[in-house]
């Protein structure tokens, strides 16, 4: 099975793929970090439809996990996570992809065993859980990869195409 974890924000989004293989165990293939600075809700809502679409084709996931929108102090940044977050979930379900959510402190959870856990010890225990050295790139692609364990975690055998 193959799972594609998302990391939503306002203008960089991070996404990490795995392989739920034979007894669970998990194997990187890819991770990144798409990044825009279009002006304008319509041509960026636009770009990350086309992105993640082309990621679904790339990579042909099983299951997507993508964090949910937690309390923005910021309301315009808040709005601009959840549209992005629209975005991405409208990309999946023109390939019905189910989609399961997950919550800051539920991810940290899974990966770390601690819900307020730092991205430096989300990070490293990713790098462990995936065998993997230094996850590449931003912070963003190490959550994103966060969110696939967290979904490999919690999937059950009714969560395929």
Not at 40 to 59: C, E, V
Not at 72 to 78: C, L, Q, S
Not at 86 to 96: E, L, R, W, Y
Not at 103 to 113: D, G, Y
Request: positive net charge.
């Amino acid at each position: 099975m193959t799972i594609l974890g998302i990391d939503p924000g306002s203008t960089r989004i991070g996404y990490g793929v795995i392989a739920d293989a034979e007894n669970r165990k998990l194997v990187y293939i890819d991770c990144g970090v798409f990044e825009s600075h279009l002006k304008g809700a319509d041509a960026l809502l636009l770009q990350i439809t086309q992105d993640f679409a082309k990621l679904i084709k790339k990579h042909c996931p099983d299951l997507i996990g993508i964090e949910k929108l937690y309390f923005a102090k910021n309301v315009k940044t808040g709005i601009a996570v959840a549209q992005t977050r629209g975005a991405i979930i409208a990309a999946a379900a023109q390939f019905h992809i189910p989609i399961k959510e997950f919550s800051p402190s539920e991810i940290k959870s899974a990966t770390t065993n601690y819900g307020l856990a730092d991205k430096k010890a989300v990070s490293r225990m990713v790098s462990v859980i995936l065998g993997i050295g230094k996850v590449p790139g931003y912070d963003d692609a190490s959550d994103a990869l966060a969110i696939a364990i967290t979904t490999a975690m919690h999937r059950s055998p009714l969560d395929t195409k």
